[in-house]
């Protein structure tokens, strides 16, 4: 039976702190919804009700492209260990260019990396746990590092041509921002 609250509390921080994968879903007003998986040391939580996460260049850029047109977005967790849970929060988010004022403050929570994209600050509405039963026992083998070499070898200069080249629109055609709003086309 699922279980909703207001903010999040020790309990359900730790259990966030403890996951090494979370997902992160949004959707515009029409067209195709996101569900991407995230890792690699990209989020905190900064208090009961606000996440930060960071994002990191790549193939897409969902997230900036729809919190643009509708704001929500829903982040889970699943216990892949011994006891079994899911954990959603549903919230707002600000999104943060490298260009926006809080942007370095908020990347300098994470590891360095050149290719950081977006943080998200996320503001929770509402969180809820359900069982987790059907979530299969899976056991975590470390971090991938092929996103972190691509983004190095790339350098700065290869991440703005990506970002230009492979990140200013969502599948559906939609502008995620990612360069000045006015360059956005």
Not at 105 to 110: D, E, I, T
Request: net charge negative; charged share 20%; proline share 5%.
């Amino acid at each position: 039976m699922a279980t909703q609250f207001d903010a999040l509390n020790d309990t359900l921080t730790r259990f966030i702190e403890e996951q090494h994968i979370f997902f992160c879903a949004t959707a515009a007003p029409d067209g195709r919804v996101n569900l991407s998986p995230k890792g690699m040391d990209s989020l905190r939580v900064l208090g009961p009700n606000r996440i930060v996460w960071r994002n990191l260049s790549g193939s897409g850029n969902e997230t900036a492209g729809h919190l643009a047109q509708i704001n929500r977005i829903t982040l889970m967790w699943c216990s892949f260990g011994a006891k079994p849970m899911i954990l959603r929060v549903f919230g707002r988010a600000q999104t943060l260019h490298p260009r926006d004022a809080d942007f370095q403050k908020l990347n300098a929570l994470f590891p360095e990396s050149v290719g950081a994209r977006q943080v998200f600050d996320v503001t929770l509405e509402m969180v809820q746990t359900s069982c987790g039963y059907a979530v299969p026992f899976m056991e975590y083998a470390g971090e991938r590092d092929v996103l972190k070499t691509w983004a190095e070898n790339k350098g700065p200069d290869g991440i703005a041509e990506s970002w230009a080249r492979d990140n200013q629109h969502t599948i559906d055609g939609a502008p995620t921002y990612i360069l000045d709003p006015g360059q956005a086309g």
